[in-house]
């Protein structure tokens, strides 16, 4: 099987970890660009992490999971649903991280201490912020009794 009948047979989700590590790249970049730009440490942390959600909204809601709707009120829920996901997934990350380490996760991987642990949690909050954007916030309702629907 070659990548082309990978990448048909599992388009959504090779788009979702392919555009994942361009938000990666994103949220680093404009970490750096704050910092040069002599932004406090903290501030550009806090900016770059605004910065990475804005790009995975755009990319995920685009090409991801190809929901195309310009209505600025769908936006706004979409956008609202998409940072509260976010948060969410951030709020297991921190509380499972400390299960992880306490539950023997806390060994070293290319010595760095708790890699193990991170890594799980880094799983986690991927799967948890796939089937959310999927399944509640990107959703392809159809609207019954409408002709365009029936075609």
Do not use: Q
Not at 22 to 33: E, H, K, M, N, Q
Request: charged share 15%; proline share 3%; hydrophobic share 55%.
């Amino acid at each position: 099987m070659g990548f082309k009948e990978i990448f048909n047979d599992h388009r959504e989700v090779v788009l979702y970890v392919f555009f994942g590590a361009f938000t990666v790249l994103v949220s680093l970049g404009s970490y750096a660009v704050f910092v040069w730009l002599g932004v406090a440490l903290v501030v550009s942390n806090i900016l770059s992490w605004i910065c990475g959600i804005l790009f995975a909204f755009v990319v995920n809601k685009w090409f991801v999971f190809e929901n195309r709707s310009k209505e600025p009120a769908v936006i706004a829920r979409e956008l609202g649903a998409f940072v509260g996901a976010r948060i969410f997934t951030f709020v297991v990350a921190v509380v499972l991280f400390p299960i992880l380490l306490s539950a023997g996760l806390n060994g070293y991987i290319f010595g760095v201490e708790g890699a193990p642990a991170r890594g799980v949690t880094s799983l986690v909050e991927i799967v948890l912020n796939y089937a959310l954007s999927k399944y509640l916030i990107f959703t392809k309702k159809t609207v019954r009794n409408d002709p365009k629907n029936d075609m």
